[in-house]
């Protein structure tokens, strides 16, 4: 069975740092396009950051520039996004997604992904 499992979620100051992690299970991550995305309480969904298969391409939102860096360990088929310099408008439940497809190579978000986990919570407060 294909599964994508976030961790890492939880309380953070601002200015402080959190790692994501998604892991893989029944497929190899390296061959896959990985998007994480979030949502906060009554907002849409929105695209965070982004990295292409086989550690190709990266892309990231404008309002995380700078702050957030997505990498891979092929070998623990895992991808980490690590979140710094964390501000409260970054609360929000945190997803990754999964496509193999060549349309999302170029790490454009999009809500069409074929596998999402189930999501992590973020909350930055003091």
């Known amino acids: 069975q294909l599964q994508l499992v976030e961790s890492g979620g939880g309380l953070v100051q601002p200015g402080g740092s959190l790692r994501l992690s998604c892991a893989a299970s029944?497929?190899?991550?390296?061959?896959?396009?990985i998007g994480w995305f979030r949502q906060a309480p009554g907002k849409e969904r929105e695209g965070v950051s982004c990295i292409g298969m086989s550690g190709g391409r990266t892309n990231y939102a404008d309002s995380v520039k700078d702050r957030f860096t997505i990498s891979r360990d092929n070998a623990k088929n895992t991808v980490y996004p690590q979140m710094n310099s964390q501000k409260p408008e970054d609360t929000a439940v945190y997803y990754c997604a999964a496509d193999p497809s060549p349309l999302f190579s170029l790490c454009v978000f999009r809500p069409d992904m074929r596998y999402w986990g189930q999501g992590t919570q973020v909350t930055v407060s003091s």
């Open positions: 029944g497929f190899t991550l390296e061959s896959y396009t």
